[in-house]
């Protein structure tokens, strides 16, 4: 098996239990409000989030099972930020990956109540799994989660995004921008990995800085890709940052320098992959995968 | 003290403890964001959700400061509702409270943002407290605020608000619509009184009862009010659920059907809390209040 086909393997186990979580109780209510929520669920998406939880809970012999809860809760909270962050008061977006958005499709409430409602799915999912396991790891886990979603994490990172749009722009706040609004939710599923695998205090903290540079290659290869490629690779129109005067790596440090530090936090990032348990075959190709993706 | 007193300084308690999570670390977007999810957290409110959260609780002898994380937490819920709600695409309202709702001060993406990052801070605090408590009790307790607050609970009592606007309305829908868009998040802070109280599994039942009863009341009293009250005195106009063609008790029901309900639920109301133990003068007189109140 190549690893494009395990990792679009893996993308479908986890495709197939968020599924699993969208199941109306056949009032006609309820089956608008999941419909609203599923139909962004189930736009596709490369399913890092959860893949990289899995991946890490796995390298400490967690069962997938124990794993899968916060896997979806995560991806949850991903896709309740893409309709929120698509909202015509955003970033009025009517396209995310080839689909309409939500508020195209449902109309503007209902997807405000669709983000709303995953939000809130994904803490009584990971409530209901603490409950259940009744071990304080699962309680600590979802205090990360919490705290990487956050006013201080990933909602902050969208406000510092928000406010700087056309504004002169420098490395501290493009640095804050990117560690908050999509560093925060790519460095918790190596956290949440860890403490679900009862990992050691000084490994943990060793997958906390993994994930920030996972969630910094993850970023500079974004802007890169949105210079260099085409909209028929990408997937949807380039120049956009440039467009909306966004901050980005390669607006403030040149392309080059931005493919430099690319390939130094690569190197840092496979150095402590190295030092964890477990089989990391799969983890270090899905770190080239990110670094070298075409979209 | 009078009754009066008593509620006014058990809101001004509730309130003090909210400030206190609302602390910038003084970086320019974390004040921003803050400012905006603080602005609703002010805005007044009879604090009737976290007051009943704290009078249960004490009735099952749990400290104060125990019971406080959730009380806040659920005052943040039913907090980023109404900000939500208020938005353009939603109710599109100007004032609540006789002061300019969020989108109006603050922006409407900033709004949408508050709402958010007030929401996730619900889970964020309830999740400490339960980390660091350490007993499974707190955790059920989250899982019962994020059942209410979800997509099966509160969120689908809005949309089912929503679709039901201007259609021909019945008993059920009417019921349906307030069992959850207000019944739950009236119910369940009963049910995390009980539950940290370490209440008997029957006592729970008749918490969840009594909440149920206290959410109708307080809808039933609500339509009456928007019928009979003035502008001066209800702080808002008037007649806004007929111009909105909204269903009501007193629509459906008749203005004194819906009179010798609110008298049935309030007798029944009144003999649960007489089952309880502990002191129970003010919640009776909470109860009456919730009744006969004119605004």
């Given at each position: 098996m190549?690893f494009?086909?395990?990792?679009?393997?893996?993308?479908?186990?986890?495709?197939?239990?968020?599924?699993?979580?969208?199941v109306?109780?056949?009032?006609?209510?309820?089956q608008?409000?999941?419909e609203?929520?599923?139909?962004?669920?189930?736009?596709?998406?490369?399913?890092?989030?959860?893949?990289?939880l899995m991946?890490?809970?796995?390298l400490?012999g967690?069962?997938?099972?124990?794993?899968?809860?916060?896997?979806?809760?995560?991806?949850m909270?991903?896709?309740?930020s893409?309709?929120h962050?698509?909202?015509p008061?955003?970033d009025n977006?009517?396209?995310?990956?080839?689909?309409?958005?939500?508020?195209?499709?449902?109309?503007?409430?209902m997807a405000?109540l669709?983000g709303d409602?995953?939000?809130?799915y994904?803490?009584e999912i990971m409530a209901?799994?603490?409950?259940e396991?009744?071990?304080?790891?699962?309680?600590?886990?979802?205090?990360?989660?919490?705290?990487?979603?956050?006013?201080?994490?990933?909602?902050?990172?969208?406000?510092?995004?928000?406010?700087?749009?056309?504004?002169e722009?420098?490395?501290?706040?493009?640095s804050?921008?990117h560690?908050?609004k999509?560093?925060q939710?790519?460095?918790?599923?190596m956290?949440?990995?860890?403490i679900?695998?009862?990992?050691e205090e000084?490994?943990i903290k060793l997958?906390?800085?993994?994930g920030?540079?996972?969630?910094l290659?993850?970023?500079?290869?974004?802007?890169?890709?949105?210079?260099?490629?085409?909209?028929?690779?990408?997937?949807?129109?380039?120049?956009?940052?440039?467009?909306?005067?966004?901050?980005?790596?390669?607006?403030?440090?040149?392309v080059?320098?931005?493919?430099?530090?690319?390939?130094?936090?690569?190197?840092?990032a496979?150095v402590?992959?190295?030092?964890?348990?477990?089989d990391?075959i799969?983890?270090?190709?899905?770190?080239?995968f990110?670094?070298?993706?075409?979209?």
């Open positions: 190549t494009k086909e395990g990792l679009h393997n893996k993308a479908v186990d986890i495709e197939k239990a968020l599924d699993r979580f969208f109306s109780d056949k009032t006609k209510f309820d608008q409000i999941i609203a929520m599923h139909y962004s669920i189930a736009s596709g998406g490369k399913r890092i989030r959860p893949i990289l991946e890490i809970g796995k400490y967690v069962k997938e099972s124990d794993l899968m809860p916060f896997a979806c809760a995560i991806e909270i991903h896709t309740y893409l309709i962050d698509d909202l008061a955003m977006d009517d396209y995310r990956r080839g689909r309409l958005t939500n508020h195209k499709v449902h109309g503007e409430a405000i669709a409602g995953l939000l809130n994904a803490y209901q799994t603490a409950f396991k009744q071990e304080p790891k699962y309680v600590r886990a979802m205090f990360e989660v919490a705290k990487a979603a956050g006013h201080k994490g990933m909602i902050v990172g969208q406000v510092a995004d928000m406010v700087s749009e056309d504004q722009g420098d490395k501290t706040t493009l804050f921008i560690e908050n999509t560093g939710l790519l460095t918790v599923p956290l949440v990995g860890g679900l695998g009862n990992a000084n490994q997958l906390k800085t993994l920030h540079h996972i969630g290659m993850f970023q500079i290869k974004d802007d890169l890709l949105d210079i260099e490629s085409t909209q028929e690779v990408l997937g949807k129109p380039i120049g956009s940052d440039e467009k909306n005067n966004k901050l980005t790596y390669p607006s403030l440090y040149g080059q320098a931005s493919y430099d530090l690319l390939e130094t936090l690569k190197s840092e496979i402590i992959v190295e030092s964890l348990p477990g990391k799969f983890l270090k190709d899905l770190i080239d990110l670094v070298y993706r075409n979209n």
